[in-house]
């Protein structure tokens, strides 16, 4: 700004509302300003997705029967390995925790990831690398008619194990 | 404004016509002929550009043109003072709505045509390999400029008062820069660009890191909001492809446009570039040239807001904008839009395969202006993809408001003190980020460590090489307040060990990382698979 110009007195800046007329005029303006907030926030709604794409994020992997005791069956598509062991099935999520990208199974059963070098260990656990945490167990159920259903959406406690 | 004699000529000629009285038809006839020129006139109200007041009317009279001042200063026209940088990237600002334009033509935004349409742009529309090639180089080079460009104005303090306001005007612009480059590495739907844009979404979600730790990311999700915001899905797909799409050729662009113009027209409401006061002395070369008496005294409509009140002294040294400024920006032009067209002749931008969700790209990496920060990412998703970024931008931002120092602006690095203090601060910033980056590859970070393999993830996120340097940074810049009590030398310091960090980084994951972000000397070391 021009210096030559006199700052304002700071009585002049902070000038209360003196009368009824300038009260008026500031509410107006105000609710003009609130309003046309509120307008641009329910726009913005729409955004925000309330149905998925990936809504059905479940997905049938097949009869039990079909997996042999102390497999390993990996889906590309949903993105999981199924597990059965000796007591019954669980399933591991195949993307790493840090941002997304799809890890790696070693030959002794450790997977790492190709990003940023997250590993974990048989058990999905982290054991090092930037991950915040271990890979996500994913939840088994059978369906009615007897089918094993993965749901990448729905996290469960790792050691959970289905019996089926 | 004022009219001219041309234009007055051609109109006394046909009233001269009705008063013969001719017929309307002769009189139709007369304008008929006169038409073009009468055109000409309507547009151009002034004559040839030969004095000094017409060469202000073109200015002023021309809605592209009056966006520059009619006198300029010769300080400001100089290679020195801009480098020409900000025309450089206003230049590729412009190359790229064109080109971006035409690839419009034929892209679609679907994610089982989007890579086949990549291929037919770069293989079947005629000229459509080079045109991309261009938008895709030039798209590097508008960063590389705004970085450039904002370097420049720091060292130079251009962002001291009255110009703090376009400072951030600025920071703006950079941030739109980087947006509109990452949206725009989606579209190919290559590998690369899906890899590099799962991450990118992924960093959105990261804030979760920190709500999980404290346990509240089921009332205030953040991350997931974010996430799913820019992704309209939980995973990339076609929905993000289309919100990707909508940003980067029509959101983002209009806000740049918008902001842009608010940029120049403060530009000229700040009274022009920064200069120094020496660049003010009595003048090196003629100024007004011995015209006949102009009708109107456009010295004072150069009145520009500076430090004195003083309109003579405004005139010292200026010279028309036309045709000099425009000489200048022209050279800038050519500079620009050649390298661009001889980048696209000569290189090829990439295009992988096509993007598959099931095999990560190994390495994924990000365009090369983001690879500093996959570095830092590979620390921590949250500090370095969301934390430190904000740091530094609201830091870079505010600058003009934490150093309000009164100094001679428009020097480089504020004379001789300033270069030592940079020099200083380019060798620890080098030393702070290349003995973090070996100590990292050597010795690993807590979790490779027995005693703290097992600390919970927010020590790691508050307490890592990124964290580090950063805040090894805001204490050197501390230090060197301390010791040369002025806020423009810590400023200085800790601009300087960003940059330094960034160049460093950057160079550091372009170069040594390779798969699994292990740590190799080249890429010729890199386990084939
Ligand atoms: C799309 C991005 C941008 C464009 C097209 C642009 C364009 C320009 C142009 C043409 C100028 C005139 C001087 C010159 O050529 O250097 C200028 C000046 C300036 N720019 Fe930018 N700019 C951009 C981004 C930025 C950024 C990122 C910053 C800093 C945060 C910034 C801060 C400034 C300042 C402070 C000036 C006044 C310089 C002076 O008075 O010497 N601009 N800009
Ligand atoms: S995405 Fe797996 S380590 Fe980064």
Known sequence: ????????????????????????????????????????????????????????????????????????????????????GEDGFHALSSVCPHLGCIVERKEGGQFSCPCHGSKFDVEGNLTGGPAPKGLVSVELTVSPEGQLVADTLQEVPRGTVLNA | ??????????????????????????????????????????????????????KSQVVMSNFFLHILPVR????????????????????????????????????KPAVDQ?????????NVVPTGRLIRNVHR??????????????????????????????????????????????????????????WAVTIGANIAQSPREVTDALGVTGVFDVGGVQKELLLGAHMVGQEALIRFYVLHVVVLPVITAILIGVHFWRIRKDGGMVRPAAADAPPVAPVLSAEPAPLKTYGLMGLMKGRTPAVNLELRNTVTAWPNALYVIGAATMVTVLSMLLLGFWFDAPLKEMANPAVPENPAKAPWYFLGLQELVSYSAFMGGVGIPAIVVLGIALVPFLDREKEDAGVWFSGKRGKIVTLYSVLFGTVTVVGMLCFTVKFGWLRDWEATAHVPQIVITAFNPGTVFVALFALWSIVVVKVTRSTRMGAIALFTCFLVGFVILTYFATVHRGPNWDFYWSQSDWPVH
């Open chain 2, 72 to 107: 300029i200063h010769m300080h400001s026209l100089k290679a020195a003072t801009t480098l020409g940088l900000g025309v450089a990237t206003f230049v590729l600002f412009i190359i790229l709505c064109f080109t971006g334009v035409l690839l419009m033509v034929y892209y």
């Open chain 2, 137 to 194: 180089w030039s798209a590097h080079a508008m960063v590389a400029c705004v970085f450039l460009h904002m370097a420049r104005a720091f060292y130079t303090s251009a962002y001291k008062k009255p110009r703090q306001f376009n400072w951030v005007v600025g920071m703006g612009l950079f941030v739109l820069t980087l947006a509109l480059s990452f949206t725009g590495y989606l579209l190919p739907w290559d590998q690369l660009a899906y």
């Open chain 1, 1 to 84: 700004m021009s210096e030559t110009k006199a700052p304002l007195e700071s009585s002049e800046r902070f000038k209360p509302v003196a009368t009824r007329r300038d009260f008026l005029g500031l509410a107006a303006a105000w609710s003009a300003v609130a309003a046309f907030v509120m307008a641009m926030l329910g726009a913005m709604r729409l955004p925000m997705p309330s149905v998925f794409p990936e809504s059905n994020s479940r997905a049938k992997l097949g009869r039990p029967a079909a997996f042999a005791k102390n497999s390993t069956t990996y889906f590309p598509k949903q993105r999981l390995w199924l597990f059965r």
């Open chain 2, 114 to 122: 989007a890579y086949g349409s990549m291929l037919d742009i770069m």
């Open chain 2, 1 to 54: 404004m004022t009219k001219d004699d041309k234009g007055s000529t051609a109109t006394v000629e046909t009233s001269e016509a009705r008063d013969k009285g001719d017929s309307p038809l002769r009189e139709f006839g007369a304008n008929l002929v006169s038409t073009p020129r009468e055109f000409r006139d309507s547009v151009v109200r002034h004559g040839k550009p030969t004095s000094d007041r017409a």
